[in-house]
């Protein structure tokens, strides 16, 4: 899978997205390792801090059918004015690094598909906390 098709399977997942309370329309798409794509969007809820994020939905979407190793995910936005792009919030950094600090994330803008910006995960969340600092 190319990375436009990628980008552009986040652009359509915002689509879906159920975001009465914020307006805030989010898609993501996420490639396993071994090329199978999973897709998500943001889902609010009245109860605000029980609303779920495009790349959790992605990634739940993708470990419920026994994936565990991704290579990349793309989140699309359209960014406030004067913003370029929207990275994944903190919640989802640490959801995304549970799988690996070498995952790529795009972050595109979904009104200019053009406009992007990518990271390793470890980059966006330095000294990670992982499985391996459980006892």
């Not at 993501?28 to 090329?35: F, K």
């Not at 939905?57 to 990349?72: L, P």
């Not at 919030?89 to 200019?112: L, S």
Request: glycine share 6%.
């Amino acid at each position: 899978m190319t990375r436009d098709e990628l980008i552009s399977a986040a652009i359509e997942a915002r689509q879906l997205a159920y975001a009465p309370y914020s307006d805030f329309a989010v898609g993501a798409a996420l490639l396993t390792t071994d090329g199978r794509l999973f897709v998500g969007c943001n889902v609010e809820n009245a109860s605000y801090g029980l609303a779920i994020c495009a790349e959790r939905t992605a990634i739940c979407k993708a470990v419920s059918e026994g994936y565990r190793k991704f290579q990349t995910i793309v989140v699309a936005a359209v960014p406030p004015s004067g913003v370029t792009h929207v990275s994944p919030c903190g919640a989802c950094r640490q959801f995304i690094v549970e799988f690996g600090t070498d995952i790529e994330v795009i972050a595109v803008n979904a009104d200019d598909s053009s406009v992007t910006k990518s990271w390793k995960i470890g980059e966006l969340i330095p000294d990670n906390f992982t499985f391996d600092q459980l006892d």
